[in-house]
Nanobody, 121 residues
């Protein structure tokens, strides 16, 4: 498994931007698909974005497409999520995950502790 630690969450006004980062430990980081998920109070954890280990292939939830950008640096063992045009409905705890390619939480077997993102209207 891979150990993951997120950072970069916070409070931002609607229309603003935040950049989340996830630092991974483990020699095989580059072989994992990396994903970002989020969970709002009272809701299920939902897929946000994923990037394959070769960085060529990415996937985004429709709700964030065109606003969020996922990237990874295999040399630095990091994955980032640039979030632009934030909306109040983006408010959630955001989780970094490592695993196999997919959009379901069950596709991933390593998770970070989460970082809170709050967007005020």
């Amino acid at each position: 498994q891979v150990q993951l630690v997120e950072s970069g969450g916070g409070l931002v006004q609607a229309g603003g931007s935040l950049r989340l980062s996830c630092a991974a430990s483990g020699r095989t980081f580059s072989r994992y698909t990396m994903g970002w998920f989020r969970q709002a109070p009272g809701k299920d954890r939902e897929f946000v974005a994923a990037i394959a280990w070769k960085t060529v292939h990415t996937s985004y939830a429709d709700s964030v497409k065109g606003r969020f950008i996922i990237s990874r640096d295999n040399a630095q063992n990091t994955v980032s999520l640039q979030m632009n045009g934030l909306k109040p409905e983006d408010t959630a705890v955001y989780y970094c995950a490592a695993g196999n390619w997919g959009t379901n939480p069950s596709d991933y077997d390593s998770w970070g502790q989460g970082t809170q993102v709050t967007v005020s209207s």
